[in-house]
């Protein structure tokens, strides 16, 4: 009973378009679902997200889940996941993005999923990294560790969606760090970030993770900014 009058009066809505979900749906109604821009870029090897990084850094494998576009519906999830404290869209998304990469029935080649860290000052600013519950999603899905202290922020930045691409370029290598050990040598990274613009955060992220010997780098993004 106090069930329904909560729904009744606060009802709970699709993330996508704002409409009311109806009580089988769950963050995105039906229509939103479908409606999806998906990318598909899993499934080709040579896909708009891994030329991002070609003859800057040795990426393996790269794939974005969405397209992003201004004012469109992946630009609304985003939002209130990042800002909204909307943690759950992450978890779908991943969620549902890892059984499609499974459809793949590759043997998984990943050792650990790593997110883009936020600066300290950032994080207790926001009170979340808006990218753990994606890649635990992932972690969980392909059944390793999602670990989230081996790369580190040093250097508290503007958005780097504000910036041009020369302000986005500049400094890269001093953005990010890591702290490892022996146990770190010769694994397999999978970075994970919300959207994929230039591709200049995570070829940060990578440069610093490439500091550890024998190491491989894969990025997967939520979304990708489709130019």
Not at 127 to 132: I, M
Not at 139 to 158: H, M, Q, T, W
Request: include cysteine; charge should be positive; charged fraction near 25%.
């Amino acid at each position: 009973m106090i069930n329904y009058l909560i729904n009744l009066f606060f009802p709970k809505v699709c993330d996508g378009c704002r409409g009311i979900l109806l009580q089988n749906e769950n963050i995105f109604c039906t229509i939103c679902r479908h409606e999806m821009p998906l990318t598909q870029y899993h499934l080709n090897p040579k896909n708009e997200a891994i030329k991002k990084f070609y003859g800057k850094v040795d990426i393996q494998f790269a794939s974005a889940f969405l397209y992003f576009n201004k004012k469109g519906m992946v630009q609304e999830l985003i939002h209130n996941l990042k800002y909204k404290g909307h943690q759950e869209i992450g978890t779908v998304l991943g969620q549902w993005y890892v059984e499609d990469l499974k459809e793949l029935q590759m043997e998984v080649p990943f050792d650990a999923v790593i997110p883009v860290p936020l600066h300290k000052k950032k994080f207790k600013e926001r009170g979340y990294n808006q990218v753990t519950t994606f890649g635990k999603a992932l972690a969980s899905g392909f059944e390793i560790p999602f670990d989230e202290n081996l790369l580190i922020r040093k250097v508290y930045s503007k958005t780097q969606s504000k910036k041009n691409l020369l302000g986005r370029s500049e400094n890269i290598e001093n953005i990010f760090d890591v702290e490892f050990n022996e146990t770190n040598h010769n694994k397999h990274f999978l970075i994970v970030d919300d959207v994929l613009t230039t591709g200049a955060t995570i070829e940060a992220c990578s440069r610093a993770l490439l500091k550890i010997p024998g190491v491989k780098i894969s990025v997967i993004c939520m979304a990708m900014a489709n130019s």
